[in-house]
Nanobody, 124 residues
Framework: QVQVVESGGGLGQAGGSLRLSCAAS????????MAWYRQAPGKQREWVAR??????????DYADSVKGRFTISRGNAKNTFYLQMNSLAPEDTAVYYC???????????????WGQGTQVTVTS
């Protein structure tokens, strides 16, 4: 019913930038919460950033490890979100997942629609 697809991963250099995209498709009336997570080899998946649509305003929050370096935003196409990653470090290497955490559809709410992930590798 809802599909979430990430793109934009790849190889980055320490100190450089990459931008990830997340596109949700389906019969979607709106996405109230969209988040990025990541999972490094041998580690648990961790939350990175979240975009929350509060109706009259938007709110973004970040894990301490990326605060000040990463920015989550919504595109002009309301079902597309981005994660701008600046000042990359080797410890940012991980598979990055987009999770549409709260979606309004024709038939009601859908929670936690995950994408397949996109690999980000940062070299020093």
């Amino acid at each position: 019913q809802v599909q979430v697809v990430e793109s934009g991963g790849g190889l980055g250099q320490a100190g450089g930038s990459l931008r990830l995209s997340c596109a949700a498709s389906g019969t979607i009336f709106g996405i109230n919460k969209m988040a990025w997570y990541r999972q490094a080899p041998g580690k648990q998946r961790e939350w990175v950033a979240r975009f929350t649509d509060l109706g009259t305003s938007d709110y973004a929050d970040y894990a301490d490890s990326v605060k000040g370096r990463f920015t989550i935003s919504r595109g002009n196409a309301k079902n597309t979100f981005y994660l701008q990653m600046n000042s990359l470090a080797p410890e940012d290497t991980a598979v990055y997942y987009c999770n549409a955490e709260a979606i309004r559809t024709m038939t009601g709410w859908i929670f936690d629609s995950w994408g397949q992930g996109t690999q980000v590798t940062v070299t020093s």
